[in-house]
C-alpha cells in the first residue's frame, strides 16, 4: 500500500475519534443535574376520549417533591423520580383537558398544552 494512502486513512481516522470524542462531550454537558419532561396527550376516538400525561425525570438527579396540577385545578403529588424514570398518569375525569403544569423541587415549573397522536388511515382510533 502506498504511503500517501496510510496518512490519508490514518488522518481520518483521527478526524473521526475526534469528532465522536467531542460529540460525546458536548452532549454529556447539556445534561443538567434537576430537569423534567411533561408530555401530555388526548386522544379522541369516536365513542370516547383517551388521556394520560407521562413525567420524566431527564436530568442526572433524583427529583422530589413533584406536583402534577391539570388545567389549574386538580392536583396530584409524586414523591420522587430517579434519573430517567418516567411515570405516566390518567387525568382527573372532570379535567376540560387543556394544560398541565409540573413544579419539583430545585425551581423546576413546566407547563405544557394537551397533544393529539397522528391520525394515520386505517388505524384504530382514525
Given at each position: 500500500?502506498?504511503?500517501?494512502?496510510?496518512?490519508?486513512?490514518?488522518?481520518?481516522?483521527?478526524?473521526?475519534?475526534?469528532?465522536?470524542?467531542?460529540l460525546?462531550?458536548?452532549?454529556?454537558?447539556?445534561?443538567?443535574?434537576?430537569?423534567?419532561?411533561?408530555?401530555?396527550?388526548?386522544?379522541s376516538?369516536?365513542?370516547?376520549?383517551?388521556?394520560?400525561?407521562?413525567?420524566?425525570?431527564?436530568?442526572?438527579?433524583?427529583?422530589s417533591?413533584?406536583?402534577?396540577?391539570?388545567?389549574?385545578?386538580?392536583?396530584?403529588?409524586?414523591?420522587?423520580l430517579?434519573?430517567?424514570?418516567?411515570?405516566m398518569?390518567?387525568p382527573?375525569?372532570?379535567?376540560?383537558l387543556?394544560?398541565v403544569?409540573?413544579?419539583?423541587?430545585?425551581?423546576?415549573?413546566?407547563?405544557?398544552?394537551?397533544r393529539?397522536?397522528?391520525?394515520i388511515?386505517?388505524?384504530m382510533?382514525?
Open positions: 500500500m502506498d504511503k500517501k494512502a496510510i496518512v490519508f486513512a490514518s488522518i481520518g481516522v483521527a478526524i473521526v475519534v475526534i469528532s465522536v470524542m467531542l460525546i462531550s458536548i452532549f454529556s454537558l447539556t445534561t443538567k443535574n434537576f430537569a423534567v419532561d411533561v408530555d401530555p396527550i388526548k386522544d376516538q369516536n365513542l370516547f376520549n383517551t388521556a394520560r400525561v407521562t413525567v420524566t425525570n431527564t436530568g442526572k438527579s433524583t427529583l417533591h413533584i406536583r402534577v396540577i391539570y388545567d389549574d385545578k386538580s392536583t396530584e403529588n409524586i414523591n420522587s430517579s434519573p430517567g424514570e418516567k411515570i398518569l390518567s382527573p375525569t372532570n379535567s376540560s387543556r394544560s403544569t409540573v413544579i419539583a423541587d430545585h425551581g423546576l415549573k413546566v407547563t405544557k398544552s394537551y393529539s397522536p397522528l391520525k388511515p386505517g388505524m382510533g382514525s
